[in-house]
T-cell receptor, first 114, second 114 residues
Framework: DAKTTQPTSMDCAEGRAANLPCNHSTISGNEYVYWYRQIHSQGPQYIIHGLKNNETNEMASLIITEDRKSSTLILPHATLRDTAVYYCIVRVIGQGGTASKLTFGTGTRLQVTL | DGGITQSPKYLFRKEGQNVTLSCEQNLNHDAMYWYRQDPGQGLRLIYYSQIVNDFQKGDIAEGYSVSREKKESFPLTVTSAQKNPTAFYLC?????????????FGPGTRLTVL
């Protein structure tokens, strides 16, 4: 799986949009971009994923650049409950079994403040 | 309410004792996973099961054992052979185990060996 690079930490004021960047410059054509988050001492929570088109769901939006070398996760109106570590992961399509494991990096620690 | 449950949330054991961590899912997912997370680090795959009565070793299977007698259950036993068992253990499941299949996580069990 391609390596990802994320900032170590970010701050965001409550009610404002949180934009979390991820660089995946070595991504291959058969790799999806996934985002998870982990609130302290809880299991990771799936947020969103995409291949090359922008995606939106009830939690967030995912913007993938045209060359697919980077992406941005957008939380449109951050709340205190969004404080967590956010992980950007790229995964190969079609490899099942143990190759389907998720490889988490160190992620971005997002702190939402009043 | 569909989801993945893990019990107990906190577990304490004496060194040399085997301990079994429970993982149950009612999502009708075929594939189930066990990961280990150490402080400040990402997830590492211990075991994976794609169907009932079948499982494969992950990256750090030594000192662990699993069973998959029922689709909804995937218990993990941490044996006395595991040299450093204190960690946060996460169970996950996905529809089929394919490479682009979204994995959903349980709340985790924090094991402390005294």
């Amino acid at each position: 799986d391609a390596k990802t690079t994320q900032p170590t930490s970010m701050d965001c004021a409550e009610g404002r949009a949180a934009n979390l960047p991820c660089n995946h410059s070595t991504i291959s054509g058969n790799e999806y971009v996934y985002w998870y988050r982990q609130i302290h001492s809880q299991g990771p929570q799936y947020i969103i994923h995409g291949l090359k088109n922008n995606e939106t769901n009830e939690m967030a939006s995912l913007i993938i650049t045209e060359d697919r070398k980077s992406s941005t996760l957008i939380l449109p109106h951050a709340t205190l409950r969004d404080t967590a570590v956010y992980y950007c992961i790229v995964r190969v399509i079609g490899q099942g079994g143990t190759a389907s494991k998720l490889t988490f990096g160190t992620g971005t620690r997002l702190q939402v403040t009043l | 309410d569909g989801g993945i449950t893990q019990s107990p949330k906190y577990l304490f054991r004496k060194e040399g004792q085997n301990v079994t961590l429970s993982c149950e899912q009612n999502l009708n997912h075929d594939a189930m996973y066990w990961y280990r997370q150490d402080p400040g680090q990402g997830l590492r795959l211990i075991y994976y099961s794609q169907i009932v009565n079948d499982f494969q070793k992950g990256d750090i299977a030594e000192g662990y054992s699993v069973s998959r007698e029922k689709k909804e259950s995937f218990p993990l036993t941490v044996t006395s052979a595991q040299k450093n068992p204190t960690a946060f253990y996460l169970c996950a499941s996905s529809q089929s185990g394919g490479g682009a299949d979204t994995q959903y996580f349980g709340p985790g069990t924090r094991l402390t060996v005294l």
